[in-house]
């Protein structure tokens, strides 16, 4: 849920970019630039009401608005996007979001923490359903597998307000619905990708089903239900009420020392890095575990990352990894297809008049019983086994066909057409007096004869040329 931008391009970037922000990004990667400033740190605890108005300890995008109910996160066109960014980091910590998400299909609403390092936590909602809420995770922008986000019961999570916590340690990411934990993360089971640096926390709403969008992000964010962001139907708001947050950690600023992204490289100025929490957490309680681990959750967008099979959306967030699948059945049919064409058991396309291909090895026999004249031959156009276009000879007349993978075949040509036999070969076909096995033989043993001749030559060219080239060198 994260968009990488040098400093030197942000701008550029910013003017550029598609209708549909992206919702996170971060300036400079400590991980890739020794040159990034410190993390102003948090240090503290601090709980944010937002039915009291705006805070300074948060940056907007776009267009929040405040009310009674608290921040409004209002998606009312294509492009909406509005947010808070925190002005602070926490290095380890627990973070309460008490909200309610937006409804529409399409509509997403999200509560991040995201490092500098392209490390993440979230919550997402997604507006096509009001009983489910996504988690996810990500280290520093790894995408090597599909499978880190899952899915949680929240009923009525768009009419209701509901508190969702993130509790954050060295040890556990625990994720919390009304108090009750529904998901725990171990650094063990996050198979080297355990979130552990510096974050700030985000909150804000887009459309991921805005038709601009890749397909592979729009089928995410309308859930499967088909369809685009239906903005005459709305306006769509998430609504945060307050967020309340405890650094674990103590100081004025964060920082890193290296690039190996781990807890252990962060410092803190003035104050001490602490990997344990304060705030208990329970075990995953029955009823509220995951419901469903799936590949089509949202995956981060930061360019830092490529997987061979996946197609992304590089212009929005979240980048929506869309799985190559291989199909095990062939096809039965398809669309326009020609007439006199069919569809074989393998799926591949075929001339209905197209005869089976022989897979016999030996020489084939000639389809005509005499040899015809040079002028009864003529040149057509045709491909070979690779698909390329090539021509070959044929007799005049001949019925084109078809085999099996579409290439076009003919009647074979005789024997004096071919890779230029001997006479006494031609001659003893004819006469019957050679059966197959002794043709195949000659003519194997004659175009040996001629490639050796014809590498003899190569050679004699290849030496006159270096002879030449030597000469040239000597003078």
Not at 277 to 283: C, D, N, R, W
Request: hydrophobic content about 35%; glycine content about 10%; overall charge negative.
């Amino acid at each position: 849920m994260r968009l990488y931008l040098s400093p030197s391009t942000l701008l550029v970037v910013s003017l550029a970019v598609a209708p549909i922000a992206a919702q996170t990004y971060t300036t400079c990667n400590p991980l890739t630039s020794g040159s990034c400033p410190a993390n102003p740190a948090l240090g503290r605890a601090v709980t944010i009401d937002f039915t009291a108005g705006a805070s300074d300890s948060f940056t907007p995008q776009g267009n929040p608005t405040y009310d009674s109910n608290g921040a409004s996160f209002t998606v009312a066109k294509s492009g909406d996007s509005p947010q808070l960014t925190s002005k602070w980091y926490i290095m380890f910590g627990h973070v309460e979001f008490q909200l309610k998400a937006a409804p529409g299909v399409g509509v997403v609403s999200s509560a991040v923490l995201q490092s500098d390092a392209l490390d993440e936590i979230d919550f997402e909602w997604l507006g096509g359903d009001s009983s489910q809420v996504q988690s996810n995770y990500f280290g520093k922008g790894q995408t090597t597998t599909y499978n880190r986000g899952a899915s949680h019961p929240d009923p009525n999570n768009q009419a209701d307000f509901h508190t969702y916590t993130i509790d954050w340690t060295a040890d556990q990411i625990a994720w919390q619905i009304d108090g009750k934990t529904v998901r725990t993360l171990s650094p063990d089971a996050a198979q080297g990708q355990y979130p552990q640096t510096p974050m700030m926390v985000k909150v804000g709403a887009w459309s991921g089903g805005d038709s601009s969008n890749s397909p592979g992000t729009i089928s995410w964010a309308t859930n499967g239900a088909g369809g685009t962001t239906d903005y005459a139907s709305g306006p769509y708001s998430m609504t945060v009420k307050s967020i309340a947050v405890t650094d674990y950690s103590t100081g004025t600023q964060y920082s890193y020392s290296g690039t190996s992204g781990t807890w252990q490289s962060i410092q803190s100025e003035g104050g001490k890095i602490n990997s344990s929490g304060s705030k208990a957490v329970g075990p995953v309680e029955a009823g509220s575990s995951s419901s469903s681990t799936s590949e089509a959750a949202p995956l981060p967008f930061s360019g830092t990352h490529k997987a061979a099979e996946v197609t992304p959306d590089r212009n929005t967030y979240p980048w929506v990894a869309t799985t190559l699948a291989t199909s095990t059945t062939a096809p039965t049919t398809y669309p326009n297809l020609p007439s006199g064409y069919k569809v074989g058991a393998n799926g591949k396309i075929y001339h209905s008049a197209a005869p089976k291909l022989s897979t016999s090895t030996s020489l084939p026999q000639d389809s005509s019983g005499a040899l015809p004249a040079d002028g009864d031959l003529e040149t057509v156009a045709a491909y070979d086994q690779r698909g390329f276009p090539t021509t070959i000879v044929q007799a005049k007349g001949a019925t084109k066909q078809y085999n099996d993978q579409g290439f076009l075949i003919t009647a074979s040509p005789p024997l004096a057409a071919r890779s230029s036999p001997t006479t006494a070969v031609a001659q003893a076909v004819d006469g019957g007096t050679m059966d197959g096995a002794e043709v195949n033989k000659e003519v194997t043993e004659t175009s040996a004869a001629v490639s050796r001749s014809d590498m003899t030559q190569l050679l004699f060219v290849a030496a006159c040329g270096l002879a030449a080239l030597t000469g040239t060198l000597a003078l």
